[in-house]
């Protein structure tokens, strides 16, 4: 089955980049997702890229995949505290695999330093 | 903008009771999902729903869970006996508007903390 890892924590000043890195096993045409949770909250669906693209811009954030290596990132330009959150990529069943039940990694907690 | 609603925010529950989580997916939706996130861990998958039936479940969703949706508007997720180790965030998800193609992303409603004593 799918399988999604993340590194934990993540901390940067204000105003510089951040990038958050993923991990993820299947090989099999999907998509895959980024997701924000702050303190208290749900998750909020922030961009997504399919598995035969190679990058995504949407405003400040910057999605790379890597497919030949399975390595997922995000880019989040001028990091502003209230990006301060709980990041977490997320696989998609591969297309015609079932009922598109997303599969988490235990996601990345980044701290923005004022 | 549609949003996914969950309710109860919060229910505090004994061990063995019933419970009943609620959720209002998107309207125009098709499928609808519940995950857990247990304190601390990853969002785990429990089930999913389509065409007023089970689609798929994972391990997790056992014999003491059910899904229902009573209505055209509702899905609930009953938990028969809860248990101590059923503590955690509940999440409730909805994907692809009627006659979509593409990512079908899904979006969460804020989530039920559910705490059993």
């Known amino acids: 089955g799918e399988d999604v890892e993340q590194s934990l924590f993540l901390s940067v000043r204000e105003g510089d980049s951040s990038v958050i890195n993923c991990t993820y096993t299947?090989?099999?045409?999907?998509?895959l997702y980024w997701y924000k949770q702050e303190p208290g909250a749900g998750l909020q669906l922030l961009t997504y890229i399919f598995s035969n693209m190679d990058m995504k811009q949407d405003q400040r954030l910057t999605v790379l995949l890597n497919k030949k290596d399975k390595h997922l990132s995000l880019r989040i330009a001028d990091t502003q505290t209230g990006d301060s959150a709980i990041y977490f990529c997320?696989?998609?069943?591969?297309?015609?695999?079932?009922?598109?039940?997303?599969?988490f990694g235990k996601g990345t907690k980044l701290s923005v330093i004022p | 903008e549609p949003e996914v609603t969950q309710t109860p925010s919060h229910q505090v529950t004994q061990m063995g009771q019933e419970v009943i989580l609620r959720c209002v997916p998107i309207s125009n939706h098709l499928y609808f999902y519940w995950y857990r996130q247990i304190l601390g861990q990853k969002v785990e998958f429990l089930v999913s729903?389509?065409?007023?039936?089970?689609?798929?479940k994972s391990e997790i969703f056992d014999d003491q869970f059910s899904v229902e949706r009573p209505d055209g508007s509702n899905f609930t997720l009953k938990i028969r006996s809860t248990k101590l180790e059923d503590s955690a965030m509940y999440f409730c998800?909805?994907?692809?508007?009627?006659?979509?193609?593409?990512?079908?992303?899904?979006?969460f409603g804020p989530g039920t903390r559910l705490t059993v004593t």
């Open positions: 997320a696989e998609r069943d591969p297309l015609g695999a079932g009922s598109y039940q997303l599969t």
């Open positions: 299947d090989s099999s045409s999907t998509y």
């Open positions: 729903f389509y065409n007023n039936e089970i689609s798929e």
């Open positions: 998800a909805s994907s692809t508007p009627i006659g979509a193609r593409g990512p079908y992303e899904q979006y």
